[in-house]
């Protein structure tokens, strides 16, 4: 509650945080239009492999040329102002840098970015979700025994469902699910750069006046990044996925805790303690009023009568029964949070959503009939979508991780609708994530075993 009195404190003392940032696209730039606001922190750093398309971001989002134009990390460092670069090693490297914001997207450099980190006794905000849904459990044990902290990063849907799952948590409610929202069809799963806009309800022009991504968006669209963040949330949580991936049923905000309760009492759950994604769509694809689909939830039970009977005083919502009620954030401001885990990981050493255990995985799931000698490319593309696996039957299906799933070659027919596993694809098994995963997977293949507290 007081981080903000903190920075204060540290922006007086000058003895600001000193960040590095990699990659400075669309989230890392939001960020970047807050730092200038934000007391205690210094920004040392930016590495991106393209300077010129980073400089331009900066522009945008407001900085001055003289804010970022430093010679080296080391006259940043002096001056108080913003380096700028392309080489990422030094950036980790350099030893008055306190926090690594990992911003790529790029799930196997991300891996190899965290790693050296931790290496060089860094702190580190993933922004790159796919790369914590395919070995996050690993990282965190990995950051945990470097001696420093691992976070997911606030502002994204992840950390925020954490962050909900925390509150319940520590309030004494038990928590029967949770999860974010989404538009959701089910033909959606097979869509493409070439026809998300149309299902994401943009014209071409309004995309590219907006500089935005099909393939990312297409991401989100397809199924995708939703199975990715709730990956996150399972192993950040100890939350359970749904037995065959993802059911997105429609509700309203206010209807929430009719659906999120188990099946047995006229929800959608297989059992309490569920992720699960709702639809701001009706199944005739009409629009549901009063949505929640760029927002978070969690369920949480009045497990006695009193507390029951405190739900009707105070006039919460709740399902027919009065047990099961809900909390929510009906948006999220994706970078433009970003700074609350700079500061609660360089403040308090504290996370803002990290997998103590491995509950769920996002496993490659084909959009049409593949045939051998095809490359795949990943998440948001042509190939692929992202179905959400609980882990234990990941494992034995030997599936292949969305995250790893960009630029392999097939190897065997696969049929549209079937999963894929590591037998299917010529792996280069040289690469840093592929050991980390198959590491973590070789650690955590025994049911139930979790990264020491």
């Not at 903000?4 to 989230?27: D, H, M, N, T, Y």
Request: with cysteine.
């Amino acid at each position: 509650m007081n981080l903000f009195s903190k920075l204060q404190q540290r922006q007086a003392e000058g003895r600001p945080l000193r960040v590095g940032l990699i990659g400075a696209g669309k989230f890392a730039a939001m960020y970047l239009a807050q730092i200038p606001k934000t007391p205690g922190v210094h920004l040392a750093g930016i590495a991106d492999l393209a300077p010129a398309g980073a400089r331009a971001n900066l522009e945008r989002v407001g900085w001055k040329a003289e804010q970022f134009g430093a010679a080296s990390l080391d006259a940043a460092l002096a001056k108080g102002n913003t380096h700028l670069g392309d080489d990422w090693e030094a950036l980790v490297a350099h030893p008055k840098i306190d926090i690594i914001v990992e911003c790529t997207g790029n799930p196997p450099a991300a891996v190899e970015h965290c790693l050296a980190a931790f290496a060089h006794g860094k702190h580190v905000v993933n922004v790159t979700v796919e790369a914590d849904a395919f070995c996050g459990p690993l990282l965190a044990q990995k950051a945990q025994a470097a001696g420093v902290v691992y976070s997911l990063a606030y502002g994204d849907q992840p950390a925020l469902i954490c962050e909900l799952v925390d509150w319940a948590r520590a309030a004494g409610f038990p928590v029967v699910a949770a999860g974010r929202g989404h538009k959701w069809l089910p033909h959606f799963s097979e869509s493409t750069p070439d026809t998300v806009w149309d299902n994401w309800g943009l014209t071409p022009e309004q995309a590219k006046t907006g500089g935005l991504n099909p393939k990312m968006f297409n991401s989100f669209l397809d199924g995708s990044k939703p199975s990715i963040e709730s990956t996150a949330v399972c192993n950040a949580t100890g939350l359970v996925a749904p037995p065959d991936g993802l059911t997105y049923p429609p509700a309203s905000v206010e209807d929430i805790p009719f659906v999120c309760r188990p099946i047995a009492e006229g929800g959608v759950l297989h059992q309490k303690g569920q992720v699960e994604v709702i639809s701001s769509l009706e199944k005739d694809g009409r629009i549901i009023p009063y949505d929640i689909r760029m927002g978070v939830f969690v369920v949480f039970e009045g497990y006695t009568e009193y507390i029951r009977n405190c739900f009707k005083e105070y006039m919460v919502r709740t399902d027919p029964s009065g047990r099961y009620a809900c909390l929510y954030k009906r948006w999220h401001l994706i970078g433009l949070e970003l700074g609350i885990s700079v500061a609660a990981v360089g403040l308090r050493g504290e996370s803002t959503g990290a997998a103590p255990c491995f509950n769920a995985a996002v496993i490659a799931t084909a959009k049409r009939d593949l045939k051998p000698g095809e490359i795949l490319d990943g998440e948001g593309g042509y190939t692929v979508w992202g179905k959400l696996f609980q882990a234990g039957k990941s494992l034995a299906y030997g599936g292949l991780p969305l995250g790893l799933a960009h630029q392999v070659k097939l190897t065997r027919v696969v049929k549209k609708g079937q999963s894929l596993a590591w037998a299917d694809v010529a792996m280069d098994e040289s690469l840093p994530a592929y050991k980390v995963r198959r590491e973590m997977e070789a650690l955590f293949a025994r049911p139930g075993q979790r990264v020491a507290a």
